[in-house]
């Protein structure tokens, strides 16, 4: 007979299950330390032979990452999302970036979708918290905060659609966005008329995910990012249009 004798599970089994559980949903992010081992073993009810075993696992499976001193954090899983020769060519090749944000266009906006059919009122609710934080980055003009939380509100959103294979390739795709290996986002959020624009586009998007609307929700997204491709666009024409400004200049000087 194919049957086998029930045997309870080990608890330190329970606790690698937990913590896979929150890093695959992107609950526990790559870099974030865990709490202390006494206080771990408290909120898991758990004895700390148990966790220390499970942590011991974790860690020999890649997942958690021990610094002497420093305790335990999430290992930086999306490091090898791209090889590095491959990052290089991103930020050397104009076109990566304009692909980049077409891929971007694609994904967010069915993330956007999805979120709005199938988000949580408390994922709603991140969502607005962050935009808010976006309104008052604003008025205080830093470009550094603003696109900092850009990304955050873009992920939120990625988050609040509950697929976790998008998740975290969007995640690795916006690591590459923050250290600027596409381009330098700051830039964006240091003129005036384009700041004001971009946040009007992230509070229609959080409007029409408050309002549960799945095509307006869409529609929003991939109004902002072609927003986003034409600055751009703009930017490096500009860029290429002050060369031949300064060579004229210099010529005139020589005249």
Do not use: C
């Amino acid at each position: 007979m194919p049957f086998e004798p029930v045997s309870q599970e080990k608890l330190s089994h329970g606790v690698v299950r937990q913590i896979e559980g929150l890093i695959l949903r992107g609950i526990l992010r790559p870099g974030e330390r865990l709490p202390s081992e006494r206080e771990l073993s408290e909120r898991m009810s758990v004895s700390r032979p148990s966790l220390r075993e499970a942590l011991s696992e974790l860690q020999e499976r890649g997942l958690l990452a021990s610094k002497a001193g420093a305790g335990v954090y999430v290992a930086d899983v999306l490091g090898s999302a791209f090889a590095p020769a491959l990052v290089t060519l991103f930020s050397t090749h104009d076109e990566a970036v304009f692909d980049y944000i077409s891929f971007r266009r694609d994904m967010e906006g069915l993330a956007a979708e999805r979120a709005a059919r199938l988000a949580s009122d408390t994922d709603l609710q991140v969502i607005n918290a962050i935009f808010e934080k976006m309104e008052a980055a604003h008025q205080k003009r830093n470009p550094a905060d603003e696109a900092h939380l850009d990304a955050d509100f873009h992920l939120s959103i990625i988050e609040a659609s509950h697929n976790i294979i998008m998740l975290h390739m969007m995640r690795s795709m916006y690591e590459l966005l923050r250290e600027g290996v596409f381009y330098n986002r700051t830039i964006m959020f240091k003129q005036r008329m384009t700041r004001d624009a971009l946040l009007e586009h992230h509070r229609i998007i959080n409007t029409a995910l408050q309002n549960r609307d799945p095509a307006g929700a869409r529609k929003a997204v991939e109004t902002h990012l072609n927003f986003v491709e034409a600055s751009l666009s703009d930017h490096q024409k500009s860029e290429r249009n002050e060369v031949f400004a300064q060579k004229r200049l210099e010529h005139e000087g020589w005249r």
